[in-house]
Nanobody, 122 residues
Framework: QVQLVESGGGLVQPGGSLRLSCAAS????????MGWYRQAPGKQRELVAT???????NYADSVKDRFTISRDNAKKMVYLQMNSLKPEDTAVYYC????????????????WGRGTQVTVSS
């Protein structure tokens, strides 16, 4: 069974920083693309940032130049460094990963974590 577990959320003042982490565990052959999404109350889940296994990153316009996504393939982890946080960044942040389960197959499956709350408020 594959699990994604996020950590690092919390309450921070505007202008502050947080670092989110997500660990993938279970029967995994290879972790492909990984990413972070967020969902604010009353809104749809939206993409924050994604990163390929090779390290190519993609960001939502709203977080460019403030957030940085990175990963450690050996540890099967992805990170999101969030700087200059704004109240509008308040949301539940979800980790997402495309995971190949078997070495003998190209089959991969998409997984979600349960989310971690980030609240930006004075």
């Amino acid at each position: 069974q594959v699990q994604l577990v996020e950590s690092g959320g919390g309450l921070v003042q505007p202008g502050g920083s947080l670092r989110l982490s997500c660990a993938a565990s279970g029967t995994i052959f290879r972790v492909n693309d990984m990413g972070w999404y967020r969902q604010a109350p009353g809104k749809q889940r939206e993409l924050v940032a994604t990163i390929t296994r090779g390290g190519s990153a993609n960001y939502a316009d709203s977080v460019k130049d403030r957030f940085t996504i990175s990963r450690d393939n050996a540890k099967k982890m992805v990170y999101l460094q969030m700087n200059s946080l704004k109240p509008e960044d308040t949301a539940v942040y979800y980790c997402n990963a495309d995971i190949a389960l078997f070495s003998y197959s190209l089959y991969s499956k998409n997984y979600w974590g349960r989310g971690t709350q980030v609240t930006v408020s004075s």
